[in-house]
């Protein structure tokens, strides 16, 4: 055993991370956000945790308004998880430019995302700085899963960088550089 570094650590045993993506919205503004850094924190009632750097167009968003969509892409969208994690709503419409279709949510401002294989919406209920990211802590106030029940769910894991790994049919691809 040799005493090493956190990215080294990262490098080896973190990865790889299943993607979701946080959607946002506020004052006639949008964005799409690929996380790796999500988890369960609450059963009662649901919620989930993100963090999300604040330089981030979305990490403002969220701030503002007090709430987001969790959005999980299937393989289909591996290209569209690029995108959006290298642009910045800042500078262009994500959806517009994608191609992916907005859905009105039932109960936030953001976005669902049709194109997903499952969407939350969330309620902002605590939000706490850990460095160079903010911890964001949402309530489940609403499930809305994909019509097309054969696609395989959480499929795009993140293994660093701009490295994806596919899994279909139950079959694990190697990286893809996208």
């Not at 990262?10 to 503004?29: I, T």
């Not at 489940?140 to 029940?149: G, K, T, Y």
């Not at 696609?151 to 795009?156: E, F, K, Q």
Request: charged share 20%.
């Amino acid at each position: 055993m040799h005493e090493s570094s956190w990215h080294e650590f990262r490098k080896h045993c973190a990865r790889p991370e299943r993607v979701v993506w946080a959607v946002a919205a506020h004052g006639g503004r949008r964005s799409i956000c690929p996380l790796g850094w999500k988890m369960n924190t609450s059963g009662s009632p649901p919620m989930m945790a993100i963090s999300v750097a604040p330089a981030r167009f979305t990490h403002g968003l969220i701030v503002e308004s007090g709430e987001f969509v969790l959005a999980w892409p299937g393989e289909d969208l591996a290209e569209e998880t690029l995108y959006c994690g290298t642009q910045s709503g800042r500078d262009v419409d994500k959806f517009a430019v994608t191609g992916l279709t907005p859905l009105p949510a039932r109960t936030v401002g953001a976005p669902l995302v049709r194109e997903c294989i499952a969407n939350l919406e969330c309620r902002l209920v605590n939000s706490m700085t850990t460095g160079d990211h903010t911890v964001f802590a949402g309530e489940i106030v609403a499930v809305w899963l994909s019509e097309a029940p054969t696609r395989p769910l959480c499929s795009i894991d993140h293994a660093g960088g701009y490295d994806f790994l596919l899994e279909k049919g139950g079959y694990r691809f190697g990286v893809v550089r996208a």
